[in-house]
């Protein structure tokens, strides 16, 4: 007999994808340039932040263990809800908090959606390769946050 399992979660703010890594030339100790790769501050604070909020979630509904996928892998959903560019007329910014105009512009899905799968690894799950299935939406709205629910089954215990 399985359980089905659920956390939902927002993280305020901005929605952000994962950059690309930076690069820069070092000097070792013994004379020789090496490339250093790193991420950036807000890269870095953004991930702990999706951590912090997923982490309240899984104290929050009792889960003390990280999720044991059955064959039937997690799922994830997250939306996110970005700001109405300033420059937008009143009358397409209105339509666009209808749902009428979508957003269409940064951050890609892609890099948000890689992001909150990294963020989550040994938070929610011991690796984001157990995600068997996820979508990712954006909308327009006057508070911009990033919406989360994972959903997977385990053995009743």
């Not at 932040?49 to 979630?57: D, P, R, S, T, V």
Request: proline share 5%.
């Amino acid at each position: 007999m399985s359980d089905k399992r659920v956390i939902i979660f927002n993280v305020p703010g901005d929605v952000r994808g994962q950059g690309r890594p930076r690069t820069q030339i070092v000097n070792g100790k013994d004379g020789k340039s090496y490339a250093h790769i790193y991420q950036t501050n807000k890269d870095i604070d953004a991930k702990h932040n999706i951590q912090l909020y997923a982490g309240e979630a899984m104290k929050k509904k009792g889960y003390a263990h990280l999720a044991e996928p059955d064959p039937r892998g997690i799922t994830i959903e997250i939306l996110c809800y970005v700001k109405v560019p300033s420059s937008m007329s009143r009358k397409k910014a209105e339509m666009a908090y209808r749902g009428e105009i979508v957003p269409m512009r940064k951050p890609d899905l892609d890099n948000v959606m890689k992001s909150v799968l990294d963020a989550l690894n040994s938070v929610v799950w011991k690796d984001d390769k157990d995600v068997t299935k996820a979508t990712i939406c954006r909308y327009y709205s006057d508070r911009p946050r990033l919406s989360v629910r994972v959903t997977w089954e385990e053995e009743a215990g």
